[in-house]
C-alpha cells in the first residue's frame, strides 16, 4: 500500500534508504568530507558530528546472501541480521568509511569487531563500546566513562578536537530531528494518516545515511508537505504496530499494508527507539548528557536489564495514542535478547487483551509465503472480518 | 615498533630507583649466542628437559604466588641498541637466599631487533609459555603474571635467576631469530616493588591490546573449510575416510585380510 | 555429585530447602556473598542445566521449547524457562540477575525480573561489563557492595564482615587447591580425572555447599592422592592415554558420560581442559574493603569460568586456547560449537584459523551440549574418531 503521497524529499529518502552509498554521501566524501559507520543506536551521532564526521549506521540492506559472514558467524546459530550486515562490510559496501564504531549489544554484535579486525577489510579505525546492561547512575557514570575513552581516541586518531560547544551544537541538531521525526510519527495517529508505515521508515532509516543538517531541512519540508495532505479515504482494515529488533528496511511493512494493515508505530531498532525523548541541553557536560539519555532516558534494549516496564510502558502508551488494533513482535531466528522481551510482552498484552502476533524470521524477506499467510490471518482476526 | 621504547626506558628509572632505594642489585652480563648462554648452565634447557611436574613437596622456591605478588611482561622495540643484550638485574634475594619460602617475583623480557614489529608480538608471547622446556622450573598454567615453582633438585645444582634468565634468553633468541638482544629483569625484592612494576605492566598492556588488533587488521582470511562439516566442501574426502574405516574395521573383525573400497 | 544433586533440589524441592532466605539468580553471583550471609543461593540456568542431566530430559527440553521464547536458544535456558513458567521453582526471598555471561541469561533474567507471581519479590540487576581493565573490575565491585546493602535492606539484617572475610580466606585456600589440581593435570599421562577439575570449579562458583572444612579437606585428600599417582606415573585408571584434547565450551550434561567416557576407553583420548576447568583465580584480596570489592569484581568478570570465555574479547579466548594448548600438552582442540551459544559461534572462523597457523588439529562440531538428540552421542564419536585417525593422533 502507498499512501499517494508525492513529494521530492520523499523520493530522495526512499532512494537513500533503499541502498547504502548514495550520491549525498559520495558528495560528501569528495569534498573531504570523513564518514564514520556504526551499528547499534546506542552509539552517539552526536559525537560524530561533533567530530566534524558524517554518522552512517551500517546496515545490511541489499545483501541477499550472507555466504561470506557464514565463515566467521556460525549460520545456525548468529541472527541474520548481524550476518548479512557482516556481508556487506566483507562485500566492500562500506569501504567508503573512515572508521566503525560496534555497539557492543547482543553477543553476535559484540563480535563484529573481533571479526572485522579480522577480515581482509581495512577500515583505518576500528572501536567499540558497549551497552550498559543496567538503568541506573552508576551505569550512566560507567556509560560515560567510555563515552569519554572513544571521544579521545578519535581525536588522537582522526587529529580533530571535540570540544564541548561542538557537541552542544550536535545534540541541539540531533534533537531537533528527532522532534521531526516524531511529528511526523505523530501524523499516523490519525485515522487517515497521509504517511504509511513503510514510507516512515524509508524517512527514518535515511536519516542514519547522510548529512545530518541536510536531512533536518528536508524533514522540516517533508513535516509541510504531510500536514498540508488531506487524506478522504480510510484504505486499510486494522492498525499495527510492530515491536522487535532491526526494522531497517520496509519488507516487514510491506507486507502487512499489502494485506490491508497499516503500520502506525514502532518501537524497533531503527525506528522508534531512535526518536524516543530528547537530550538534556543544559548542564555542564555534553557528554555526560549523552550518556544520561542513552543509559537513563532510553535504555530500550532488552540487553538491559532494566528495560522491560520502559518498553512495556512506550508499547501500551503508544497502543493507545495510536489506537492500535494489534501488535507484531518480530524476532530474528537466534536473536535470544528480544526473543525472551517478545515472549514477556505477548503475556502482557494477552493478558490486557491486545492481540499479538509474534513472528520468527529471517533478516531477508524469505519465505515470504509463509509470513504473509500469517499476517493475512492476523489482520484479519484483528479488524473483525474477512479483507 | 618504537611504541615501547619509552616503558624500555622506565624499566631503565625503574631500577635505578630501586637502586636508590638501597635495594639489593645482582647484574649478570652473559652471552648473546644460543649456544653460549646454553654453556655451564646447571640445568637442562630445550623440548622436554622438564617433562614431569614440580609437585608441592619437590619444590625448593615458589616463586610468584599471586598471594605474595606477581608480575610479568615483554617489550621490544626496533632499535636494539636500547637493550643491553646479555644483561640479567636481580633485585631482591636470589633463588638460593630464598630460604624456601614464597618469593613474590616480577619478570621483564626487553626485546630488541630491527626487523621486530607488531606482528612479532603474539609469537613472543607464545614463546613465554616456556612448559617443559627448563628443567627443575615448571610455570603454573597462568595469565598475566608469572607463577612458577623451583624444585629441590634444580636449587641443588645450582639454578638461580641467572640461570633463569639465560634459560629464557637461549629460548626466545632460537625461537625467534629476530632478536637481536635481550635483557631480563627479576624482581623478588617485596609486594610493593611488584605493584610499582604492574603499574607499568597495566600501561603496556593498553598498547599490546592495540597491537593485537592491528595485527589482526593486517591478517587476510581464506575460505577452505567451512564451520561446520554440512557445508565444507572436503565433507566427500572426509565422509570416504570414514567409510574406509568402517569397512577396515568390519573386515578386521571378521578376520579378513583384504578389502575392496 | 551429591552437591550437584543438593543444588538442584534447593531450586526444584522446597523440602530440601535449607534454613535461611533463599536467593535465586539467573546465573553466578560472587557466591562468598550469600554464603557468608547465611543464605542459599541458586542459579536458575544451572537448575535448567541439570535439568537437561534427568532421566526425562526429553520431555523437559520439548517442554521448553514449548514455551515459545525463541526457538534457537540454549536448550539449558530453555529447560529453565520452562521450570519458571510452569511454577515449579520454590519462591525465592531475593532476586539478584545480571546480564553474564551470555544473552540467553541475559533473557531469562528478564524473565525472571517480569514473572508475575514474583513481582512482590525485591529484585536486583548488575551490569557486567565485557571489558576487564582496573575501572571494570572497580564498577562490578560497587555493584556488589550495593547487592549487600541491597540484602541487608530486605533482609533486615546486617553482613558480618568478618565472618565475609573468613568464607573469603577459606575460598581463597580452596582455590589453590583446585589450581593445584590443575597443575597436576599437565603430567603425561594425566594422573588427575579430569571430571573432578570440572565439577571442582563448578562447585567453586556455584554452591554454597562447598565453602566448608569439609570440601577443604576433600580437595586437600583429591590433590595428595593425585600427587602420589603422578609420581608413580600412573594415568586415569583403564584408560591407555593416546591423545590430549581441549573441549572449548561447556561439559554439558550428556558429553562427559555418554562421549568423553567412550572416547577415554576405546581411544584413549582425554579431554584433559575444557571451560568450566580451566581457572586463572588469583586471590582474594582482603586488604581492605575497597581491594576486596575490586577483586570481587576481577574474579567474576576476568576469571570464573564461563564469564571469562564468554564476555571478553576473542583475542583472550585465543590466547587461553594457546596457553592450555602449550600448558597442558594438548594434541587438539575440539570446539562443539554448541546450539544457542552465541558468543563461541561468532569466533570460530578465528579459532580456526588461529589453530591452523600453529599447526593444531582443530574440529568444530556443531553440537548441542544439553539435547543429545541433535546429535547424536554415536554420530559425535564417529565424527571425533575420524578427525583424530585423518589427523594422525590415533
Known amino acids: ?84 550486515t557482516f556481508n556487506n562490510v566483507l562485500t566492500g559496501e562500506y569501504d567508503f568509511i573512515d572508521g566503525a564504531v560496534i555497539g557492543g549489544g547482543c553477543d553476535g554484535n559484540r563480535h563484529i569487531l573481533d571479526n572485522w579486525l579480522k577480515s581482509p577489510v581495512k577500515t583505518p579505525f576500528l572501536d567499540r563500546i558497549f551497552i550498559p546492561h543496567a538503568s541506573n547512575e552508576l551505569a550512566a557514570e560507567y556509560f560515560l566513562n567510555q563515552l569519554s575513552g572513544l571521544k579521545v581516541r578519535m581525536e588522537e586518531h582522526f587529529g580533530v578536537t571535540i570540544t564541548n560547544e561542538k557537541l552542544w551544537d550536535a545534540i541541539k541538531l540531533c534533537n531537533e530531528i528527532r522532534d521531526f521525526q516524531r511529528e511526523i510519527y505523530t501524523l499516523r495517529i490519525s485515522d487517515n494518516p497521509p504517511i504509511t508505515g513503510a514510507e516512515t521508515i524509508s524517512v527514518i532509516v535515511a536519516g542514519s545515511s547522510m548529512p545530518k543538517e541536510e536531512y533536518r531541512d528536508d524533514l522540516k519540508v517533508l513535516l509541510s508537505e504531510l500536514q498540508s495532505v488531506k487524506v478522504s479515504e480510510k484504505k486499510y482494515q486494522a492498525r499495527v504496530m510492530i515491536v522487535g529488533p532491526g526494522h531497517d528496511d520496509s519488507s516487514m511493512c510491506d507486507i502487512v499494508e499489502d494485506l490491508g494493515g497499516l503500520v502506525v508505530n514502532d518501537l524497533t531498532c531503527f525506528g522508534g527507539k531512535v526518536i524516543f525523548g530528547s537530550i538534556k541541553e543544559d548542564g555542564p557536560d555534553p557528554l555526560k548528557a549523552i550518556a544520561d539519555y542513552q543509559v537513563l532516558t532510553r535504555p530500550f534494549c532488552p540487553k538491559n536489564l532494566g528495560a522491560h516496564p520502559l518498553i512495556n510502558k512506550e508499547v501500551f502508551d503508544k497502543i493507545k495514542e495510536f489506537k492500535v488494533d494489534g501488535v507484531m513482535g518480530q524476532i530474528f531466528l537466534c536473536c535470544d535478547t528480544w526473543g525472551g522481551e517478545i515472549y514477556i510482552l505477548n503475556k502482557e498484552l494477552r493478558e490486557a487483551g491486545i492481540p499479538m502476533l509474534r513472528i520468527e524470521r529471517e533478516y531477508t524477506a524469505d519465505s515470504t509465503g509463509q509470513l504473509r499467510t500469517r499476517v493475512q490471518a492476523f489482520i484479519e482476526t484483528i479488524s473483525g472480518g474477512a479483507l | 615498533m618504537t611504541v615501547f621504547d619509552a616503558y624500555i626506558l622506565k624499566i631503565a628509572e625503574y631500577v635505578e630507583d630501586m637502586r636508590a632505594q638501597g635495594r639489593r642489585i645482582a647484574v649478570f652480563n652473559v652471552p648473546a649466542s644460543v649456544k653460549q648462554l646454553k654453556e655451564g648452565l646447571p640445568v637442562r634447557v630445550g623440548p622436554n628437559a622438564n617433562p614431569g611436574i614440580i609437585l608441592r613437596e619437590d619444590t625448593y622456591v615458589e616463586l610468584g604466588n599471586p598471594e605474595v605478588g606477581s608480575c610479568a611482561f615483554i617489550l621490544f622495540t626496533d632499535k636494539p641498541e636500547l637493550v643491553n643484550d646479555g644483561r640479567i638485574t636481580v633485585i631482591g634475594p636470589d633463588i638460593k637466599d630464598s630460604d624456601n619460602k614464597s618469593l613474590p617475583f616480577g619478570q621483564v623480557l626487553l626485546m630488541g631487533g630491527t626487523e621486530l614489529g607488531g606482528r612479532e608480538h603474539e609469537e613472543l608471547k607464545y614463546l613465554g609459555f616456556v612448559g617443559d622446556q627448563i628443567e627443575g622450573y615448571m610455570v603454573r598454567s597462568y595469565t598475566r603474571s608469572i607463577w612458577s615453582r623451583v624444585s629441590k633438585d634444580a636449587a641443588a645444582k645450582g639454578f638461580c635467576l641467572e640461570s633463569l634468565g639465560r634459560a629464557l634468553m637461549s629460548i626466545y633468541k632460537s625461537g625467534n631469530t629476530k632478536i637481536e638482544s635481550m635483557e631480563a629483569l627479576f624482581v623478588t625484592s617485596g609486594r610493593g616493588d611488584i605493584k610499582e612494576l604492574d603499574d607499568i605492566a597495566t600501561q603496556v598492556q593498553k598498547i599490546t591490546r592495540e597491537i593485537v588488533r592491528e595485527t589482526w587488521k593486517i591478517r587476510g ?31 578386521e573383525q571378521k578376520g579378513e585380510e583384504s578389502y575392496n573400497v | 555429585m551429591q552437591a550437584n544433586k543438593a543444588l538442584f533440589g534447593l531450586t526444584l524441592d522446597p523440602q530440601n530447602a535449607s534454613p535461611g532466605p533463599f536467593v535465586l539468580g ?41 514455551t515459545g521464547v525463541e526457538s534457537r536458544m540454549c536448550n539449558a535456558i530453555k529447560v529453565a524457562c520452562y521450570y519458571l513458567e510452569a511454577g515449579l521453582i520454590r519462591k525465592p526471598d531475593l532476586i539478584i540477575t545480571s546480564n553474564s555471561c551470555c544473552d540467553a541469561m541475559d533473557t531469562l533474567g528478564n524473565l525472571m525480573n517480569g514473572y508475575k507471581p514474583w513481582a512482590d519479590i525485591p529484585k536486583f540487576k548488575m551490569d557486567a561489563p565485557h571489558s576487564f581493565d582496573e575501572e571494570s573490575y572497580r564498577y562490578f565491585g560497587i555493584q556488589l557492595r550495593q547487592a549487600i546493602t541491597f540484602m541487608e535492606d530486605v533482609l533486615g539484617k546486617k553482613m558480618d564482615w568478618e565472618h565475609l572475610r573468613e568464607v573469603c580466606l577459606l575460598s581463597n585456600k580452596q582455590d589453590q587447591l583446585l589450581l593445584e589440581f590443575q597443575e597436576l593435570k599437565k603430567a603425561v599421562p594425566c594422573a588427575a580425572n579430569p571430571d573432578f577439575s570440572r565439577l571442582g570449579f563448578a562447585y567453586d562458583r556455584w554452591t554454597g555447599e562447598r565453602v566448608s572444612f569439609e570440601i577443604t579437606n576433600w580437595l586437600e585428600q583429591l590433590v595428595s592422592a593425585t600427587e602420589e599417582r603422578v609420581k608413580a606415573g600412573q594415568g586415569i585408571e583403564g584408560v591407555n592415554e593416546k591423545v590430549r584434547f581441549l573441549w572449548q565450551d561447556l561439559a554439558g550434561s550428556w558429553p562427559p558420560g555418554l562421549l568423553w567416557a567412550r572416547l577415554q576407553k576405546e581411544l584413549g583420548a582425554i579431554c584433559i581442559m575444557d571451560y568450566m576447568s580451566y581457572g586463572t583465580l588469583t586471590p582474594i584480596d582482603l586488604s581492605s574493603d575497597e581491594a576486596m570489592f575490586t577483586s570481587f569484581g576481577k574474579r567474576f568478570l576476568l576469571e570464573d569460568p564461563m564469564n571469562r570465555q564468554a564476555l571478553h574479547t576473542t583475542d583472550l579466548f585465543c ?31 578465528i579459532v580456526r584459523d588461529l589453530c591452523r597457523e600453529k599447526g593444531i588439529p582443530c574440529l568444530v562440531l556443531g553440537i548441542d551440549i544439553w539435547d543429545k538428540r541433535y546429535m547424536t552421542p554415536e554420530v559425535a564419536f564417529d565424527r571425533i574418531a575420524t578427525f583424530f585417525q585423518s589427523t594422525g593422533l590415533i
Not at chain 1, 1 to 22: A, Q, T, W, Y
Not at chain 1, 26 to 44: E, L
Not at chain 1, 58 to 84: K, V
Not at chain 2, 223 to 242: E, G, L, Q, T, Y
Open chain 1, 1 to 84: 500500500m502507498k499512501s499517494g503521497l508525492k513529494s521530492e524529499v520523499f523520493e530522495k529518502f526512499v532512494k537513500i534508504s533503499s541502498g547504502i552509498m548514495n550520491p549525498l554521501t559520495s558528495d560528501w566524501r569528495n569534498k573531504g568530507g570523513r564518514i564514520m559507520g556504526y551499528t547499534c543506536s546506542f552509539v552517539p551521532e552526536e559525537l560524530f558530528i561533533a567530530a566534524g564526521m558524517l554518522p552512517f549506521r551500517i546496515r545490511g540492506t541489499g545483501s541477499r546472501n550472507s555466504d561470506m559472514a557464514d565463515d566467521y558467524f556460525e549460520s545456525a546459530n548468529i541472527c541474520s541480521m548481524i550476518r548479512h
Open chain 2, 221 to 251: 582470511y581464506d575460505i577452505d573449510c567451512a564451520n561446520d562439516c554440512s557445508s565444507c566442501s572436503d565433507k566427500p574426502v572426509c565422509d570416504d575416510i570414514r567409510e574406509v574405516l568402517r569397512a577396515k574395521e568390519k573386515n
Open chain 3, 26 to 66: 539467573n546465573g553466578d553471583f560472587f557466591i562468598e556473598i550469600p554464603v557468608a550471609y547465611g543464605c542459599s543461593y541458586s542459579d536458575l540456568t544451572l537448575t535448567g542445566a541439570n535439568g537437561t542431566a534427568m532421566p526425562n530430559a526429553a520431555e523437559l527440553i520439548d517442554k521448553g521449547i514449548e
Open chain 3, 319 to 349: 590466547s587461553d586456547i594457546l596457553q592450555i594448548v602449550k600448558d597442558f600438552k594438548c594434541d587438539a582442540v575440539i570446539m562443539p560449537a554448541h546450539i544457542g551459544h552465541r558468543d563461541t559461534n561468532s569466533r570460530l572462523k
